[in-house]
């Protein structure tokens, strides 16, 4: 482990003791840290806390020293002080006379600056900045070094024309496909650039995206959030999210460009429909199918919805393959994903008011209703060869 991989481990450890998001084990590389081993040991147990025995505290103030953990220190010496004058805190087990005394201190109690959110998001800004165009030679092999000394990146990733710094515990943690790659990576070169020949540090290569989207993916990587989202970058972090298999990435896209289908056309969301229903979305296809549910005929006066019921598997014309169970208007009766034209069935026998003793006899008229719109689209496809 080089001096700095091992520095930028111990600069985020007291962060990650307050967010338990990184699992990560400190050697015993210096006597005091035996005791920073175990309370970050008792924080994965116990959550979004720090929890330490009080016999250790001083113990762990000096290794927050030594880590320049300046805040934990503090916090720390003023309650080895506290100790002297009042009775403990907290103590983990119910017999007081046994139980061993500790120290527990919550995830609020540092400041915002100091917690992993915060230091990810400071290291995530200090890599992009770094990360640059493909192109330039050895003659900045000196900025380069400088580059690493901030960024402390163990892991080169080029996107199209850019080389992106990146740190493999972030990555192989956040992602099963970056865990799954990098063990079987060992001093791994996918490419031959003098970008990477100056630092000899591993480089990955990954296609078939943009560097803006892979850009993205890092940042919900490394600080769990999007800041902002162009819808016209949803439809591709779709596929980013299927393919480095960071499915929650999906909801917070989905949560970001459902304000922005409130104001978009028809056309525009029989498009976003086929999308979700590819990809998966649950969210984006349940509210695109209560809109058309709602106005079905304001849909089907329109072309795009036409052409795209010739897409779709037709639906079930057996009653006992029928999902004829309410349920209420933008929640999905069954948990598995379904064919669209029966889901959108269901949605309108909902919206409609259907009686339960009826609902056959309109689920019929409204199939009924869908072939007449095939035969109208099947003609206007006709007309277009013509």
């Keep these: 482990m080089t001096h700095q991989v091992l520095a930028f481990y111990l600069r985020i450890l007291h962060s990650m003791w307050m967010e338990s998001l990184l699992k990560l084990t400190v050697s015993s590389f210096v006597p005091d840290l035996l005791s920073l081993k175990r309370s970050s040991r008792q924080t994965g147990k116990t959550g979004r806390k720090l929890e330490v025995a009080v016999d250790d505290m001083e113990n762990l103030a000096r290794a927050c020293k030594v880590c320049k953990c300046e805040e934990l220190q503090k916090i720390l010496d003023n309650e080895v002080m506290h100790q002297k004058y009042a009775d403990y805190k907290s103590v983990r087990e ?52 400088k580059d690493l000394e901030d960024d402390l990146a163990d892991l080169y990733i080029k996107v199209e024309d850019k080389v992106f710094h990146c740190h493999k515990v972030i990555l192989a943690s956040r992602s099963e496909y970056f865990r799954a790659r990098l063990s079987r990576s060992v001093d791994f070169l996918e490419d031959s ?38 819808p016209d970058q949803a439809e591709e972090l779709f596929d980013v999210a ?61 072309r795009e919805f036409r052409a795209l019921l010739l897409t779709l598997p037709p639906p079930s014309g057996d009653d006992t393959l029928r999902t004829t169970r309410p349920s209420a208007p933008g929640s999905a009766g069954n948990t598995d994903q379904g064919n669209i034209l029966d889901d959108l069935r269901e949605k309108w026998l909902e919206a409609e008011g259907a009686e339960l003793d009826e609902r056959d006899e309109s689920a019929a008229l409204f199939d009924k209703r869908l072939e007449t719109l095939m035969l109208v689209a099947e003609k206007e496809a006709g007309d277009e060869d013509t």
């Design 242 to 302: 299927s393919r480095y298999l960071l499915f929650p990435l999906k909801r917070v896209v989905a949560d970001m460009l459902l304000p922005h289908l409130e104001h978009v056309s028809p056309a525009e969301l029989c498009q976003w429909l086929m999308l979700s229903d590819i990809y998966g979305v649950m969210k984006i296809r349940e509210y695109i199918l209560d809109i058309i549910a709602c106005n079905f005929e304001m849909f089907a006066g329109t």
């Design 193 to 230: 650039c003098e970008f990477q020949a100056a630092q000899n540090l591993p480089l990955l290569e990954e296609h078939d995206l943009s560097a803006e989207a892979f850009e993205k993916m890092l940042e919900y990587m490394y600080t769990d959030n999007l800041d902002h989202l162009d």
């Design 94 to 145: 119910l017999d007081l006379d046994n139980a061993q005394k500790r120290f527990i201190l919550q995830a609020q109690s540092l400041p915002e600056k100091d917690r992993l959110s915060s230091a990810l998001q400071r290291i995530l800004q200090t890599c992009l900045a770094n990360s640059r165009e493909e192109g330039y030679g050895s003659e900045g092999s000196n900025e380069m070094c």
